[in-house]
C-alpha cells in the first residue's frame, strides 16, 4: 500500500535536540516534494518545513528557520527533519506529507499523501 510513518518523536527538554524520520513505501519516492506540518492543541495545522522532489530546493516557516533541517535520502526512500535548540513551542503532533506537482509548499492543500503524525514534547 501507498503510506508514510512517522518516527523519533518523544519528550525532550527545552535547548534539546531531536531526529524525525519519514519513511514512505507504495510510491515513488523521488518524484514527489514532501512536508512537514505540526499541529499543537487548540491550533491550526502549520507549515513547518518542505524539500523538492530532487532535494534542491529548501523552505521553512520563519518560527524554525535556523534551528530544523529537511533532508531527503532517495536510497531510503525516507525524509527527515533535525530539530535543533527545540522550545516549548515547538511541542505539537508532526506530520509528514507528499505534495502534488502544483501548488505552494506552505499550503496543507497541496499535499496528496499523508502519514500519521508523531508526538513531540519539550518541556520547559
Known amino acids: 500500500q501507498v503510506q508514510l510513518v512517522e518516527s523519533g518523536g518523544g519528550l525532550v527538554q527545552a535547548g534539546g535536540s531531536l531526529r524525525l524520520s519519514c519513511a514512505a513505501s507504495g510510491l515513488p519516492f523521488e518524484n514527489y516534494g514532501m512536508g512537514w506540518f505540526r499541529q499543537a492543541p487548540g491550533k491550526e495545522r502549520e507549515f513547518v518545513a518542505g524539500?523538492?522532489?530532487?532535494?534542491?530546493?529548501?523552505y521553512y516557516a520563519d518560527s524554525v528557520k535556523g534551528r530544523f533541517t529537511i533532508s531527503r535520502d532517495h536510497a531510503k526512500n525516507t525524509v527527515y527533519l533535525q530539530m535543533n535548540s527545540l522550545r516549548p513551542e515547538d511541542t505539537a503532533v508532526y506530520s509528514c506529507?507528499?505534495?502534488?506537482?502544483?501548488?505552494?509548499?506552505?499550503?496543507?492543500?497541496?499535499?496528496?499523501?499523508w502519514g500519521q503524525g508523531t508526538q513531540v514534547t519539550v518541556s520547559s
Open positions: 506529507a507528499a505534495k502534488y506537482p502544483s501548488g505552494g509548499y506552505y499550503d496543507p492543500t497541496s499535499y496528496k499523501l
Open positions: 524539500i523538492s522532489s530532487g532535494g534542491g530546493y529548501t
